[in-house]
C-alpha cells in the first residue's frame, strides 16, 4: 500500500511539471511573436482618410512668354514672290443693301484682284463673282497659270481712285459702279528669277462693275473697261 501511495505521488508531480513546462513553453512563445517583428502594421484600406485639404495647392507661375505675332508681309521683289499677303476681308458695309454698301463691296472686289495677282489665289475674287464674269475668269486663268512653276508676279495691286453710283436698278434688276482704278506696275518673273515681261506704268482707267444683290450679299456680275475710256496718268 504504501508503494502504491508513493507511486501515485510521483505521477501527480510528473504531471504538475508537464503542465508547467507547457504554460512555459507557450508564454515564450507569445512573447517571440510580440518581439520578432518591430515594422508597424499598415492600416486597412478603408481606414486610410482621402481628405486633400490639407495638401497645398502648387500655382504655376504667370506665362511670360511673348504672345505670337503675326508674320510680316513682304511683298514681291526681283529675288521672291510676296510673303504674308493678308487676306482681304469683306467688311461690314460691303454686306449691306445701300448705296454705301455697293460702293464699299466695289472696294473690296478690286482689293480681291490686287491679292490674286500677288498670291495666285484667286478665290477671294471668284468667291464674290459669278459664274458668267469673263473678265473675272480670265484674271483668275492669268493669275493662277503664271503663280506656278517657280513663276510670280511683282505688282498688280489696285487702287481705286473715285467711285459713283446712282443706286438705281437697270432693267435686269443689277446695280452699276463706275470707278476710276489704277493698278500697280505689273512685272512677270521667270522660276530662274529672270524678267520675262515688265507691262510698264499702268494709267488710270475708268471701270463699271456691274453687281447683283441675292442672298443677302453682292456679286460681281461683270467688271470692264467703260468703251472710249483713255485713261489718265495721275
Not at 8 to 37: E, N, P, Y
Not at 99 to 117: C, P, R, V
Not at 158 to 175: C, I, N, R, W
Amino acid at each position: 500500500m504504501r508503494d502504491s501511495h508513493s507511486t501515485q505521488q510521483q505521477q501527480r508531480a510528473q504531471r504538475k511539471r508537464s503542465a508547467g513546462a507547457v504554460i512555459g513553453l507557450a508564454g515564450i512563445l507569445i512573447l517571440t511573436g510580440c518581439t520578432t517583428d518591430t515594422s508597424p502594421t499598415p492600416p486597412p484600406v478603408s481606414s486610410i482618410s482621402t481628405t486633400t485639404s490639407s495638401i497645398p495647392t502648387v500655382t504655376a507661375p504667370p506665362s511670360t512668354a511673348a504672345p505670337a505675332t503675326a508674320a510680316a508681309y513682304q511683298p514681291a521683289t526681283a529675288n521672291g514672290p510676296a510673303q504674308n499677303v493678308p487676306v482681304p476681308t469683306l467688311p461690314a458695309k460691303a454686306k449691306e443693301f445701300s448705296k454705301d454698301g455697293l460702293l464699299a463691296f466695289a472696294e473690296y472686289w478690286y482689293s480681291t484682284l490686287g491679292y490674286a495677282f500677288e498670291t495666285g489665289d484667286p478665290g477671294p475674287m471668284m468667291e464674290i463673282s459669278g459664274s458668267g464674269c469673263p473678265n473675272c475668269d480670265a484674271m483668275k486663268d492669268v493669275v493662277v497659270s503664271w503663280n506656278s512653276e517657280g513663276r510670280w508676279i511683282v505688282g498688280g495691286q489696285m487702287h481705286v481712285l473715285s467711285q459713283t453710283a446712282t443706286f438705281k436698278p437697270v432693267e435686269d434688276g443689277t446695280y452699276q459702279v463706275i470707278t476710276m482704278v489704277r493698278q500697280q506696275n505689273v512685272k512677270y518673273y521667270g522660276s530662274d528669277k529672270s524678267l520675262v515681261e515688265d507691262r510698264g506704268p499702268k494709267p488710270s482707267i475708268a471701270d463699271i462693275l456691274v453687281a447683283n444683290y441675292s442672298s443677302d450679299r453682292w456679286i460681281a456680275v461683270t467688271v470692264e473697261h467703260l468703251k472710249g475710256s483713255k485713261g489718265t496718268t495721275e
